[in-house]
């Protein structure tokens, strides 16, 4: 079976999840006026909210017996419990843990996410298989990847 | 020129607008428990968000100088000032007066906006165009029309 | 609560799911000549498949205390009951009693969701809430909606 | 074959198809002021250009032997020589009879499509089936619906 | 002409296509019980299906007499022949011979179609244009990229 | 704030724009015979049009401060400015300065918008913060990524 597998193939496979949460940008060491300035209308102090889609890239060399990369059931369960359970239906500001004392931007929700994965799937996943990348669409608009670096 | 039109020709358009707020489902006439029963993680008190996304109808005759239903530039004015500045960056349980003791489910929210609507669009738009449909997709998954019925 | 709720208001509530299944298109009845004639590539003897999305519309009048047409949780266990267990990861000829004896094009797959639904909602759903429309995305460019009719 | 249709069954079948043209909104019975006014940056003397979404809707009863609407096949090759061949890559202003002498805006653009339609579909379709909307989507933000009122 | 491109510019084009399929994931080398294990409802011995998004990313210098990378007319016909031709409409584990004794996963779909379309670009394209990527959505949350790696 | 951002994390910001154009692919250099040969369609003499969907992206280390890696706001004047004025509701070969005596192809258009961009951006962003992407989607089938190299 799967002779196209005798030699190493590293593939990049991604999964989409999508969270609902609110959110505010306010940094509290910042004055009034430099926060309004800065963040805008985004900075309304009762928050605001999106639907967050969220695509995970993990690589490695594909498995020749199964033909897949990772168990995506296994992957699907750490998305679950690390993403959807923390931030899905919140408010990222004052509901998750590893926001505190941030603004939670997309660009230090799409670190923060990096770095609570990188941790989960080092439990998960077997040997050789990495997070590639992280990139958080929070509208059709606007979108942040992170890669580690 | 627009022959075309010398037959009184009815149709319908259709304008898109996006905003995004945060909400919480939570009717402090029940107990905490039904309301957990009802809502569910919908009802967490901090609350979460979405990228609500609009379409708004409207139907009448197209004008047969100008081959529109209506003005689109006046149309984007009033949804701009009716539903941008009203419902974008904010939390629709606490900055929008037309949701005060409402649980602004999307159900609720099509009905306020076709109520606000109707009397906005009365102003603004000539005889003979009426407002046919609200519709909001709260998620890629879960949409409600509302037609005024 | 709801003060808008005070008259009774209708809304179409849409669920989409989706669901991955092969099938065929051949009618047993016609010759093999027909059958190539009239369903061409899709009476390939082994099957193809699709990623079906399927949408529910259900209609009613909001309840005025919830601020919900209907208990979502509810509509999508039925929904996964109904139908992700009968219909996803299937054959559909060769799979779903339901569709024993049939040619299952997208016309006919949608008048059978049609009338499983009216049944299964009949059980699960209060008065006054109908099914009112079943589309099914076969592809972007292909679909077909059933209305009861 | 086929029992779910021994009753006679209406469904709505939608096929869609994209075209890629440039047009230019403007009025000659109307000063330049006038058409500046009312057509903003659309009145661009060079004119500009848009990805036309179509969405054909036919309805009529199943075929009991065939399980189809109508050959999709067919109304493909109407759809291929009615609209492809005769908007796609075409300035509407300049190439299109049919437009001659209209202010191609995406209200007369769906009506008329609809009169070449009801006119095509006449001839190769079978007794019964009839066209039942036509919607165009300009933009992800703007569409005309027209159903023949 | 094409000033712009008097200076050698390296870029990627990419051509979506989609092909509609069956497939079952399931290794004959393995007990029944670890392909269940491992494959879960993707092992139904009847198969199932998606609409496989297929994109093809070539890279290169762009032509300065043309202004294209390469002629899309002739990538076109090359996909055609050697994708839709190959992949569209069939039942991936027994009808295609590049896939006879794999488990046709998403993983091995790309290598698979990556291993094809080398062979196929060396003969129709020129010097300099060599395929980049190859990605395919299986659904809209799970897609593959492979880069020859 | 932000105790994430203590190590310099960088990031890749996404934004996008849309513009509606008309253009027409014709070389004067080559003869009407060759044109037709390599344009096909798309050298219509009146020009056709297409929804252009433009994704810029650029890279640099997260500001601690604020969580952005830049002014959003100032990006979107950047892109309105240089692009959307320049851009939208034009004729790409007649009224577009920098695309005189070009083919303006996909491919040309994501280079002159790289090159464009890549002056713009010394203006108005900071020091660190580099154009890292132009992709631009001519249709849903066919786009084109330049990367500057």
């Known amino acids: 079976m799967n002779e196209v597998l005798k030699q190493p193939r590293k593939v990049y496979v991604t999964r989409t999840v999508e ?4 959110h505010r ?25 999106h639907n967050y889609e969220l695509e995970i890239t ?3 060399t594909v498995d020749r017996t199964t033909g897949f990369l990772l168990d995506m059931k296994e992957l699907k369960e750490v998305l679950e ?24 931007s997309t660009e230090v929700l799409a670190i923060t ?17 990495t997070l590639h990348e992280v990139t ?6 606007n979108s942040v990847r992170y890669l580690g670096e």
Do not use: M
Request: proline share 3%; aromatic share 8%; net charge negative.
């Open 25 to 49: 940008l306010y940094n509290p060491d910042l004055s009034k006026d430099d926060n309004r300035e800065i963040y805008g209308k985004c900075s309304n102090a009762n928050g605001h909210g």
């Open 19 to 22: 969270f609902n949460a609110a």
């Open 58 to 60: 993990v690589s490695g």
């Open 136 to 141: 958080i669409h929070e509208t059709r608009k």
């Open 81 to 104: 419990k690390e993403i959807i359970d923390r931030f899905d239906h919140k408010h990222l500001n004052l509901d998750v843990e590893e926001l505190r004392n941030t603004v939670p």
């Open 113 to 129: 996410i990096w770095d609570i994965l990188t941790v989960a799937l080092q439990r998960y996943t077997n040997n050789g298989i």
